[in-house]
Nanobody
Framework: QVQLVESGGGLAQAGGSLTLSCAAS????????MGWFRQAPGNQRELVAS???????QYADSVKGRFTISGDIPKNTVYLQMNSLKSEDTAVYYC???????????WGQGTQVTVSS
């Protein structure tokens, strides 16, 4: 069964940086989109950033100018560079991949990001 493996979470100070990585344990074909979501305690899961196979990126307003998503869609890898971190960025971050061929999306197990002020 395909798994998305995330890494790079941890503790950072406000104003600091972290980089999240996500890779599939085996090839996922027909990927159109890869993205990062996050969920803070008591909140709904929200889209942070996404990138399509055509290179189009999208960001939540709260992270524009601070976070950058990049990736290699054919290799099923995606990264999230997070700069100028704020305490409100504290959440569990999830990698998400949608495959039109499989007709489904895949989720990582989540990685905790904690920003101390």
């Amino acid at each position: 069964q395909v798994q998305l493996v995330e890494s790079g979470g941890g503790l950072a100070q406000a104003g600091g940086s972290l980089t999240l990585s996500c890779a599939a344990s085996e090839s996922i074909f027909g990927v159109h989109y890869m993205g990062w979501f996050r969920q803070a305690p008591g909140n709904q899961r929200e889209l942070v950033a996404s990138i399509t196979s055509g290179g189009t990126t999208q960001y939540a307003d709260s992270v524009k100018g601070r976070f950058t998503i990049s990736g290699d869609i054919p290799k099923n890898t995606v990264y999230l560079q997070m700069n100028s971190l704020k305490s409100e960025d504290t959440a569990v971050y999830y990698c998400n991949v949608y495959s039109w061929r499989a007709g489904r999306d895949y989720w990582g197990q989540g990685t905790q990001v904690t920003v101390s002020s």
